[in-house]
């Protein structure tokens, strides 16, 4: 069972626009949406993290935008750069008890110079 | 730096053989992870642990099992390797417990292949 969808499954974009990748979830307990970035040959790095109570975080060009009625957030890369390129992943997870993190199929970002 | 070390970035096997990957944490981090990764399936969680000793089944855990006998070391063990084995195998660790979002701390994975 798919608990977190994630689209597209891969984007391209001009250097200094706009990538944007959603995720819709359907389990309303989970309160608790992490970003992870992995580039070729590593493994994923947590990149942002949001909690319900803010419709909205930004840090440096990485904006997560959170739709609670929705059950969908989003992630923003402001004026991306060719070294943007990587996978992106969601996730999320219940922040009671010992709940392990459901991650979104990933969305391979490409950033053409 | 914090750091989650896998044993082997490539490695090939024969059907039925078993196969054991091993991953160490130097961050005294209490919860370990094995996840696999294909194209178009994400990050799909195998095991974890939250204690030494101590195992708990993910999404997939049929035809693997772990081992967890020290804090810093968590191994995955394909008991007889099969052909829709062959995957990318992340592990990952964290600090937090029971808080629900802990950040994981990932190796750069093992890619193993079963002929």
């Known amino acids: 069972q798919q608990q977190v969808k994630q689209s597209p499954q891969s984007l391209i974009v001009q250097k200094g626009g706009i990538s944007i990748i959603n995720c819709a979830y359907e389990?309303?307990?989970?309160?608790?949406f992490p970003w992870y970035q992995q580039f070729p040959g590593k493994g994923p790095a947590l990149l942002i993290a949001?909690?319900?109570?803010?419709s909205e975080k930004k840090e440096g060009r990485f904006t997560i935008s959170f739709n609670k009625s929705a059950k969908q957030f989003s992630l923003h890369i402001m004026d991306s750069q060719p070294g943007d390129s990587a996978t992106y992943f969601c996730a999320a997870s219940k922040s009671t008890g010992f709940q392990k993190l459901v991650f979104g199929t990933g969305t391979r970002l490409l950033v053409s110079p | 730096d914090v750091k989650v070390t896998q044993s082997s970035r490539y490695l090939v096997k024969r059907t039925g053989e078993k196969v054991f990957l091993e991953c160490v944490q130097d961050m005294d981090h209490e919860n370990m992870f094995w996840y696999r990764q294909d194209p178009g399936l994400g990050l799909r969680l195998i095991y974890f642990?939250?204690?030494?000793?101590?195992?708990e089944k993910g999404d997939i855990p049929e035809g693997y099992s772990v081992s967890r006998e020290k804090k810093e070391r968590f191994s995955l063990i394909l008991e007889s390797a099969s052909t829709n084995q062959t995957s990318m195998y992340l592990c990952?660790?964290?600090?937090?417990?029971?808080?629900?979002?802990?950040?994981?701390?990932f190796g750069s994975g093992t890619q193993l292949s079963v002929l």
């Open positions: 642990s939250y204690d030494v000793k101590m195992k």
């Open positions: 389990n309303t307990a989970f309160d608790y």
């Open positions: 990952a660790s964290s600090l937090d417990r029971g808080t629900g979002n802990e950040k994981l701390f």
């Open positions: 949001i909690r319900p109570d803010v």
